[in-house]
Each structure stands twice: as C-alpha cells, then as structure tokens.
C-alpha cells in the first residue's frame, strides 16, 4: 500500500495561474513533509520543507501542512512554464528506513 | 549548481552482467542514499548509508550492493542485472545535523537487454 498519495496525477493550468497539488500520508507517525520537483532529465530538488501546522510561503510556493488530518499542499502562485514538472509529496518519521515518496503530480503550465 | 555527481549517465548491458555506478557528494554530507525511479517514475529508496549504519530496504534483491570508501562517495553495484533492473538510479545525500532535505543527483540510466 503506498503510505503517500497524491492527487491530482496530472494537472494543467494556464501560465500566471495557481495550481494547488495535495498528498496525504496513511501513516500517523510521519512527522516531517518535503515537496520535490523534477524537471524531465534531471534529479529530483527540493522545493520546500514543512514540519508544522500552518502555512510556509517561499516566494511563489506556499505549503499547508495539517497533521490531523495528515494532508499537505503546495500551491504554486502565478505558474511559469519554467513550473512544468513532476512534484513529489515526501514524509518520513524519525527513521530513515520510513522515508516515502508520493508517486507524484505532473503540472504543465500552458503559455 | 551540482553538488551529487553521478556516473555514467547512461549504461545499457546485457542480462547477467555486472554492472557499478558511481556516485560522490562534496556537500559534507554525513548520508547518503540511492534510489531507483522505474519508468512510471515512482521511486523508492534501496539504501541509506552512512559511516555508521547501513540501512536496507527489505525489497532490494542482494544482486544490488553499496560500496562506500568513505561518506563522500557512496557507488552501487548489480551483480547479473535482471531486465526489471532497467531503470534510473538515483543518489542523493542529506545532513544528519542539519534538515534531512535530501540532494539528488542527474541520476544513471540504465537498459539491460
């Protein structure tokens, strides 16, 4: 059973939209959420870390973490084309052994 | 700016056959990982390690082995490749002092015919 879903597996905007990408984890210990984007050909790269509840805004990306209900999200402000990636959900709890990937969310941003 | 090097960037081989990748990270990283991304682009980690622990992921098949000469340089190698090892391998390193945001590299293709 994958412990990280996301959702949507593809998702579309128009260039200077939002689009808002979610992950949920099935695991009630992961404590700590990473999102990830990877550019076709290249390694996956960090885009933002969240531990808290709340919202963490890095210039055009803005996380919600909600540990209760043990849901993430990333919202991306006035997409770029230069956005056209696939983004992952990250989680883990205090183990390495427990880290995860989401199968992640592939965003095109369309001129 | 790369940080984790991978080499080569791209193998391709023949079923049986062993194969080594290779990887270094001059971030001053204390572990380091490999990944293998399919070509759903689903991945998953086959090992973290470092200079004190090796932590294996139960579903890795033993044809698959890290080889480490010291924490900046963590290589994989594949004895007698199976056709479902074609995949991208993937390595990156984290701080264990720091965050564990983990930095990946370009990653090594590989095609076993």
């Known amino acids: 059973q994958q412990k990280v879903q996301q959702s949507p597996e593809s998702l579309s905007v128009p260039e200077g939209g939002m689009a808002s990408l979610n992950c949920t984890s099935s695991d009630r210990n992961f404590q700590y959420f990473w999102w990830y984007r990877q550019h076709s050909g290249e390694g996956p790269k960090a885009l933002m870390?969240?531990?808290?509840?709340g919202d963490k805004k890095e210039g055009r990306f803005t996380a919600h973490l909600n540990k209760a209900s043990l849901h993430v999200s990333l919202h991306i402000r006035d997409s770029q084309p230069s956005d056209s990636a696939l983004y992952f959900c990250a989680a883990r709890n205090t183990g390495y052994q427990n880290f995860y990937f989401g199968k992640g969310t592939s965003l095109t941003v369309i001129p | 700016e790369t940080a984790v090097f991978q080499t080569p960037n791209y193998h391709v081989t023949q079923v049986g056959n062993e194969v080594s990748f290779n990887c270094k990270q001059t971030l001053g990283h204390d572990t380091m990982y490999w990944y293998k991304q399919d070509s759903k682009k689903l991945l998953k980690i086959m090992f973290s390690y470092n200079n004190k622990q090796l932590i294996v992921n139960e579903t890795v098949p033993r044809r698959f082995s890290p080889q480490s000469s010291d924490k900046a340089h963590l290589n994989l190698r594949i004895k007698s490749v199976e056709p479902e090892d074609s995949a991208v391998y993937l390595c990156?390193?984290?701080?264990?002092?720091?965050?564990?945001?983990?930095?990946f590299g370009p990653g090594t293709r590989l095609l076993v015919l």
């Open positions: 990156a390193s984290s701080s264990r002092t720091g965050q564990d945001t983990q930095y």
């Open positions: 870390s969240i531990f808290s509840d």
